[in-house]
């Protein structure tokens, strides 16, 4: 029998109980009871088995380096759709934690009093929020975010390491985006480009499939494939799947329109724009057509093409109309009433290139 006294209290327990100064290094969960309030519960430390894609070792590094030289707790944020690698990196900053002699608490419930709980914890501790802001979404009766914020300032008994990844930017509180003091770092994860995939899928797939990858990455210029996607792919191609019939029958599907930048550019050097637009690049009897501005100018006219003459440019990556099917009308100055210039303005419209190019966002942070 073990006999604990915590104030005026004595507990009785077994004796396999042991009692420590600090939490030992391991990964953890965070759990609640309501005869016993909260308390942690062991897990498998997180484990990444296979190689890993892009930078995201570097980001793992970096983040523990910098934790390192921090005299405070440390903030860091990662967004973006799901399947691109947040939870990766994720596991790599907590696998190199756990390397450091660092414990590693995974919160994902929220409870009234938890930012409490964790404020409570006087040591060094990774805590992860995944997937933040859908477990500590704002409701009707409770904004849990905000009871958050305290605990995220940094200057809590204790330094933590808080690693938060979120699917939705829109899902954080105003007060956690653009401020540094609270989240150092902001990490946003892209779905993977051509060079990427190509890199993925020789590694994925057999060589007798290797033929089909360039398939995929044309396809990609189409839709995002994100690396659930391309693991989901490789392994139908695998078993003997062609990619066309692979993509018939996975969960890959489209919930909304794919959206595009379209860039004209004219023989005489004129180039105009339109963005974003939403065109469906599978219905190959469809008939694009789009107001498209001049570029520095009030100028505009439309432009017109066939789904089924859109092609991909193999020395850009890009997708491309022939100039051939390019049809251009009605182009004008909304600040010319000259007839006369109007028209020598229109002969002189002769369509060189359009362009097509996947929205995938404007970069979050400022390049300079």
């Known amino acids: 029998m073990k006999v604990i006294k915590t104030n005026n209290t004595i507990h009785l327990y077994r004796d396999d109980v042991e009692t420590y100064d600090r939490i030992p290094v391991g990964t953890y969960t965070i759990c609640f009871a309501k005869n016993v309030g909260f308390y942690l519960t062991t897990r498998n430390d997180m484990a990444v088995e296979e190689k890993v894609y892009g930078c995201h070792p570097e980001k793992a590094r970096k983040v523990l380096a910098s934790f390192r030289d921090f005299s405070r707790s440390l903030g860091v944020i990662m967004s973006g759709a799901k399947g691109i690698g947040k939870s990766i990196s994720a596991k790599l900053i907590a696998k190199e934690a756990i390397f450091g002699g660092m414990p590693v608490i995974v919160c994902d419930q929220y409870v009234p009093g938890i930012a409490s709980f964790i404020e409570s914890i006087e040591q060094e501790v990774m805590i992860l929020f995944d997937e933040f802001d859908k477990v500590f979404a704002k409701t009707d009766d409770e904004n849990p975010q905000a009871s958050m914020l305290s605990l995220f300032d940094g200057t809590a008994v204790g330094k933590k390491l808080y690693v938060v990844t979120c699917n939705a930017l829109t899902g954080l509180n105003d007060y956690l985006v653009n401020r540094p003091g609270r989240f150092h770092y902001h990490f946003r994860f892209d779905y993977p480009d051509a060079d990427g995939i190509r890199e993925y899928l020789r590694d994925k797939v057999s060589e007798e499939g290797r033929g089909q990858i360039e398939d995929v990455v044309n396809f990609s210029e189409k839709v995002n494939l994100n690396y659930d996607c391309l693991r989901s792919i490789a392994f139908e191609i695998n078993h003997g799947a062609t990619f066309a019939e692979a993509i018939r029958d996975l969960n890959i599907v489209s919930l909304g329109e794919e959206r595009y930048t379209l860039v004209l550019r004219m023989t005489n050097g004129a180039t105009f724009q339109a963005a974003p637009v939403c065109i469906d690049l599978f219905d190959k009897g469809a008939r694009a057509r789009f107001w498209m501005k001049r570029c520095g100018s009030g100028r505009g006219c439309y432009a017109e093409f066939c789904v089924g003459d859109v092609q991909l440019d193999v020395t850009n990556g890009k997708l491309s109309v022939v100039k051939e099917f390019i049809s251009v009308d009605n182009p004008y ?28 966002g404007k970069s979050l942070h400022y390049i300079l």
């Open 333 to 360: 100055d909304d600040n010319e009433d000259d007839c006369g210039n109007r028209l020598r303005w229109e002969r002189e419209m002769h369509p060189e290139s359009l362009t097509i190019y996947q929205n995938r």
